[in-house]
């Protein structure tokens, strides 16, 4: 694990009052993972999704998608897992009105000392555990070093910028807490809804709530009513054009990286991609085409299947 203290309190948020004021996230500034093998992540990110790789402090791994010095932090330790979400809010003003919503909805917070600040490249953080032990960290003013993206495989461009990095899919077996944390104190508006029905219309229902911060993206973030043993069941980077899908999916192949779904367009996002592993044992979602969404028009809808064609999921139980 990484080498801060991860001492986190037990006490669960109490329900916020009506009043309570909600943050204004702005999108998904990055994730950090950790690893038992930096060298394959590195590989991995270079050659697999395109990324550049840096060198972090810790002897850690930064994959850079974009003009921020990076987007996933990889560290190391004893586990292949996902360690935290990191949210941005605009400026400094922000993220005291942040800090003051969570202290008010009783959350239990760490705040970032220099070492953490300086390895997120971010002027100030504060972190907490939502009702589900998911782990998130607030920032803002990232750090810039200029330094231009340049694939070593050829991608013209991932789509990040004002709307975030992509999105998260988190473990929620605390649902209904977790869900309404994000929605009354985190400022999340909720995207869409899908009941998953694995053994049909006679078993069990599993919600999946997707979730929009204020961007334009569909959803930034969702939830699952399920435990998932690396702590995330995926996160998605999206690319400017159908044909660096295809790359992708080639060089997915050549390096042997399992396939978790094959290609597809969701119902919900208009995202065409593919899912597969990454070594932190976590999918990443590699897509194309993902919705922009004008939220004073959009009617929240349940939808009953999960893409228009294609995302056999089947792949990855298989593999």
Known sequence: MEPEARAYAARPPKQPEKAQQM?????????????????????????????????????????????????????????????????????????????????????????????????????????FDDPSGNRHEVVWGFQSDFLHFASPAGVSRFITGDIGMGHTVLPAPNFQATVDFFRNVMGFGLSDIYNFKPAGDDGPTIP????????????????????AESKCVHI??????????????DRRAAHDVPLSATLGQHTNDKMISFYMKCPSNFDIEYGYGGAMVDWKEHIVHE????SLWGHDFSVGRQA
């Open 303 to 306: 939808f009953t299947r999960v």
């Open 236 to 249: 998605m980077l999206e690319v400017d054009s159908m044909p660096e899908v295809g790359r992708a999916l």
């Open 23 to 127: 943050i204004d996230i702005r999108g998904l500034a990055y994730v950090v993972a950790e690893t038992t093998d930096l060298a394959k992540w590195r590989v991995y990110a270079e050659e697999v999704l395109g990324a550049m790789t840096l060198t972090a402090p810790g002897d850690g791994l930064y994959v850079k998608v974009d003009d921020r010095q990076f987007r996933i932090a990889v560290v190391a330790g004893q586990r292949n897992g996902y360690v935290a979400s990191g949210w941005e809010v605009i400026d400094g003003d922000a993220f005291a009105a942040a800090v003051q919503a969570l202290e008010a909805a009783g959350v239990a917070l760490e705040k970032g000392d220099a070492a953490l600040c300086k390895h997120r490249r971010v002027q100030q953080l504060v972190a």
């Open 208 to 227: 999946i709530h997707f979730l929009h911060c204020s961007n334009a993206r569909h959803h930034s973030l969702a939830f699952a009513a399920f435990p």
